[in-house]
């Protein structure tokens, strides 16, 4: 069975510009959560998805937004890009959008220049 | 706000000794889980525990959780090359679903 997949693997954008990451979670799994990971930090929390509404979101400004598909696939969007939004940015998919165990995907390294 | 808490945030270890990472949280958890980070991947889940004092095993590894549920432990024993990684616990924190903690780099000396 595949597993999380995220597109692309890596992108580089300028300041103000506007991002679009995609995730598809592993078949039978109806919720899709976010995360941000800085080099050398924890996962940070951003949203979670669960059939389609969300679930949960975290302390990151509006400029982050979220929405997951009927097919459950899940697109992450960044507007305005600052320096700091360069990170790895995680897709993890679970069963439930209780506290199903996590399976993250490769991530997006997404850098800001 | 609740945070979630690990410490020691390195590790050096010979290998065959044994290792212990230790997770702290300012509430009472429901749950906490556990993943494994290798350098360059991304966060792999091992464990999930959800009663009060509970002890599981994964050959090597020994999880427990805090009889007050705000505490959480991980050890390995006699580490292998294997071992090398970050380890996080997680557990849920108000609106968030999963909240990691700052994780435990673990480096281990051949």
């Known amino acids: 069975d595949a597993g999380v997949t995220q597109s692309p693997t890596h992108l580089i954008k300028t300041r103000g510009q506007q991002v679009t990451l995609r995730c598809s979670p592993i078949s039978g799994h109806k919720s899709v959560s976010w995360y941000q990971q800085v080099l050398g930090q924890g996962p940070q929390f951003i949203f979670q998805y669960y059939e389609k509404e969300e679930r949960g979101r975290g302390n990151f400004p509006d400029r982050f937004s979220a929405r997951q598909f009927p097919n459950y696939s899940s697109e992450l969007n960044v507007n305005a890009l600052l320096l700091g939004d360069s990170a790895l940015y995680l897709c993890?998919?679970?069963?439930?959008?209780?506290?199903?165990?996590?399976?993250f995907g490769n991530g997006t390294r997404l850098t800001v220049t | 706000g609740q945070q979630v808490m690990q410490i020691p945030q390195y590790q050096h270890v010979q290998e065959g000794e044994d290792f212990t990472t230790y997770c702290n949280s300012s509430?009472?958890?429901?749950?906490i889980q556990w993943y494994k980070q290798r350098p360059g991947g991304h966060p792999v889940f091992l464990i999930q525990l959800v009663k009060s004092g509970e002890v599981k095993k994964q050959k090597r590894l020994t999880f427990q959780f805090g009889e007050a549920k705000k505490n959480s432990s991980l050890h390995i024993t006699a580490t292998q090359t294997t071992d090398v990684g970050t380890y996080f616990c997680a557990g849920p924190r108000g609106n968030e679903k999963l909240t990691f903690g700052t994780g435990t780099r673990l480096t281990i000396i051949p």
């Open positions: 993890a998919s679970s069963l439930t959008h209780d506290y199903s165990p996590l399976h």
């Open positions: 509430t009472t958890l429901s749950n």
